[in-house]
């Protein structure tokens, strides 16, 4: 830091240090601050929350920068008036002239909000949503105007949040959309992924279908398995690998048996590292058939190894990643006539392997940690320089 030089103090919050996207993108945010334009801390609430306990486990090496973290293990064992009471707290004490918070949904967010603008300093808040996460309701949408339209500036993912926000009457100036990255591996190299990608990628009469997440309703798993059945009874050697785990896995798995499906479909659980990248590799698609998804990282992860996808029009990665015919295509959600008829599709039309990886990867390469930090610090650099 510059010595005899006070520099502007940010706090940026954030809710669990188990998000390795966000320990890459706060990184780079760490790293591209190298002219100590800023004073910058990271503050972690709690290791993990919700179903993301069962999932992998914290990889502190996505965490390149100093971080404060309030509560060890999980954000559910902490009680609402203790978790709080610590976040009140921290808000009291901060010399901060800006503070990021993590969101807005919780009433702990809210009251940090409100002792912000009560203390005078610029308030600003991250906003993952898009018109299609959730049932819009009456009280719920008046709240988020209240709180939208009450900070210095929201920072979102892509056009999609942006249009969000401003349909809650915020001044799109206010609004600060930063690209979403994934957290690749740290060796992750794209002449090596595309490599991958031409020894590896299945063959056009034997397409290999590929779902990577969470198995929850909220996925339309279930759209998708019908649509595979259609499309297997036209292409015998078809199949469809479902890496992951959850609610709805003995559901699905049923469902599979009812449709005749047998050993075409592979449940095959949750794989980490070089095991679930090779999955991109190796797939002739992925799919991702959404009812509610605000952007949709496997997307990132996907176009980094070259393989192209079919996106449900409810993702909010759709304006940005997916180029039709390019680096996927878009189907209509619950569709599955429209689901099946891309699947088939997708093997003759992307048969080109090398162009079609090579799309992929290019224009995943604009959406790296180190441009979404460069959004997030231009976008601190403007609020903090508004009187």
């Given at each position: ?12 919050w954030?809710?669990?240090?188990w ?22 801390r ?21 965490h ?21 009471t ?5 808000i ?28 005078g ?25 209240v ?41 992750y ?8 990608r ?19 309703p ?20 078809a199949?469809?690998?479902i ?45 991702l058939?959404?009812?509610?998804e ?6 990132n ?16 990665c ?12 878009m ?41 979404a ?7 601190i ?7």
């Amino acid at each position: 830091m510059t010595s005899g030089k006070k520099l502007p103090r940010v706090d940026i919050w954030h809710n669990i240090l188990w998000s390795k996207y966000k320990g890459e993108v706060f990184s780079a945010v760490h790293k591209l601050n190298n002219k100590d334009e800023f004073d910058i801390r990271f503050i972690q609430i709690a290791e993990t929350a919700g179903n993301r306990v069962d999932l992998a486990g914290i990889d502190l090496a996505h965490h390149r920068y100093p971080f404060d973290l309030i509560f060890k293990g999980s954000l559910d064992n902490v009680s609402l008036i203790r978790r709080t009471t610590m976040l009140i707290l921290r808000i009291l004490k901060s010399d901060a002239d800006m503070i990021l918070l993590t969101g807005y949904e919780k009433i702990e967010y809210w009251v940090q909000l409100f002792l912000i603008k009560l203390k005078g300093k610029k308030a600003a808040l991250f906003c993952d949503s898009t018109i299609h996460d959730n049932k819009q309701t009456f009280f719920k949408d008046l709240l988020k105007r209240v709180i939208f339209t009450s900070v210095d500036g929201i920072f979102g993912y892509g056009s999609r949040s942006k249009e969000y926000v401003v349909h809650f009457g915020v001044d799109p100036k206010k609004v600060y959309t930063r690209c979403q990255a994934a957290a690749l591996p740290l060796d992750y190299c794209p002449n090596q992924a595309l490599a991958d990608r031409l020894a590896k990628a299945g063959k056009p009469d034997a397409p290999r279908y590929l779902y990577i997440g969470r198995l929850s309703p909220e996925k339309g798993l279930d759209t998708l398995l019908h649509a595979y059945a259609q499309v297997k009874a036209q292409k015998p050697s078809a199949s469809l690998i479902i890496v992951g785990d959850g609610p709805e896995r003995e559901i699905l798995e049923g469902l599979a048996l009812q449709l005749n499906l047998g050993d075409a479909v592979r449940f095959v659980g949750s794989k980490r590292g070089t095991d679930l990248f090779q999955e991109y590799s190796r797939a002739t698609c992925f799919v991702l058939p959404s009812r509610s998804e605000p952007w949709g990282l496997v997307i990132n992860e996907a176009l980094s190894y070259g393989c192209p996808v079919i996106v449900s029009e409810r993702c909010g990665c759709i304006p940005e990643l997916v180029i039709e015919g390019k680096t996927g295509f878009m189907h209509k959600v619950d569709d599955v006539h429209d689901l099946t008829a891309k699947m088939l599709a997708t093997p003759e039309h992307f048969s080109d392997i090398q162009q079609s990886a090579r799309i992929c990867i290019d224009h995943i390469k604009n959406f790296s940690p180190d441009a979404a930090a460069a959004q997030i610090l231009y976008g601190i650099k403007t609020i903090l320089s508004k009187k």
